[in-house]
């Protein structure tokens, strides 16, 4: 899952976008 907040976020394997957006929800 994302994190949604935090210092983390913006390097969550799982996400794209820095935060908030799910990898598989990537355009």
């Not at 994302?2 to 990898?23: E, F």
């Given at each position: 899952?994302?994190?949604?907040?935090?210092?983390?976020c913006?390097?969550?394997?799982n996400?794209?976008?820095?935060?908030?957006?799910?990898?598989?929800?990537c355009y």
């Amino acid at each position: 899952s994302c994190l949604s907040s935090g210092a983390l976020c913006g390097i969550d394997s799982n996400c794209c976008n820095g935060c908030n957006v799910p990898r598989n929800q990537c355009y």
